[in-house]
């Protein structure tokens, strides 16, 4: 069977430890955090392999607190963001302070990427249903050697998505009959009003969207090949932007949608009925470590999930 790699962008974690950084707040019975859970049922579909995406600076703590931990399970590797981690000739804007976004992220690790890989965010609960349906398109359905590129989506339901403490940013996508991504678009502030959600669109505009509609939260199959387009379009993007823009990023959905539209690869969206659960605010913890203990009693996961030394 294929090998295959779960990569988790983890760079945007908090520059402490401890109380406050969203990622590693405890949600288990146990003292898990999400990441966890996205480990257990990614491992459990079959990926073979984790690869964490850190900042340089949080290395030893973030293998004391977490790698240390699943480095006993499962083979693990390390990439690292960092904000002048830049194509020959490009330098970091003085007054940059924001990261460069998923894209870069995920291209920085491109030296320990050689296989078919999903992709997700650190702080997000996924459910088990798109990990396995990520991991069957990519072992038995991807043409890694494919052009246009050969790329898969897990394909969330809107309203299964959102915070009841704030907006949410998603990438709604527009899909054919066949399921077949025809575009995405990053929209903010998402909220639900009644039978729909509104937001905005990055332009500041009003958006209604209906609450069964698919959208992208950042959980992507895809190729090594990928990684190759990701770094010929690097440099297009830092050139692209505006004169003291210090905030403008190179973002998977945005890059995927232009790949789409230039018809250089095809999405397969992968509809999954899983709630999402996700601490975008402090207010979301107490909602999150209830639908885990729900999971666990109706014997979704084991009331600890790693037997393991932490």
């Known amino acids: 069977m294929k090998k295959t790699s779960l990569v988790i962008m983890a760079a945007g974690i908090g520059s402490r430890f401890g109380g406050g950084i969203k990622q590693l707040e405890p949600v288990g019975p146990s003292g898990e955090i999400i990441m966890d859970y996205s480990i257990y049922d990614a491992l459990k579909a079959g990926f073979d392999k984790v690869v964490f995406i850190i900042r340089k600076d949080l290395e030893q703590d973030f293998k004391e607190i977490i790698g240390k931990r699943i480095e006993k399970i499962v083979p693990v590797e390390y990439a690292f963001q960092e904000l002048d981690d830049l194509p020959a000739s490009y330098t970091k804007p003085e007054a940059r302070t924001k990261p460069w976004g998923t894209g870069q992220a995920l291209l920085c690790a491109k030296d320990v990427i050689h296989e078919p890989f999903a992709v997700i965010n650190a702080d997000d609960y996924y459910g088990k249903e798109g990990f396995i349906k990520i991991h069957e398109y990519l ?3 991807m043409d890694p050697g494919a052009k246009p590129f050969d790329i898969c989506m897990g394909g969330f339901i809107l309203g299964n998505t959102l915070s009841e403490n704030g907006g949410v940013t998603r990438g709604v996508c527009r899909v054919d ?13 998402i909220r639900q009003q009644e039978d729909r959600a509104e937001g905005r669109s990055e ?63 095809q999405v397969r969206v992968l509809e999954t009925k899983d709630r999402w659960f996700g601490v975008t605010y402090k207010e979301d913890k107490p909602a999150v470590a209830a639908a885990i203990r729900k999971l666990v009693s109706e014997g979704v996961y084991p009331e600890r999930l790693f037997h393991i030394d932490s």
């Open 139 to 141: 072992v038995n359905e």
């Open 203 to 265: 332009e500041g505009g009003e958006v209604v969207i209906p609450l069964n509609q698919n959208v992208s939260m950042n959980m992507w199959g895809l190729s090594p090949a990928f990684l190759e387009e990701l770094e010929r379009g690097f440099p297009e993007f830092l050139d692209s932007i505006k004169e003291g823009d210090v905030k403008t990023e190179y973002l998977l959905p945005k890059i995927i949608d232009q790949l789409v539209h230039s018809q250089k690869a």
């Open 177 to 189: 009959e066949n399921g077949i991504l025809i575009g995405v678009t990053e929209t903010y502030e």
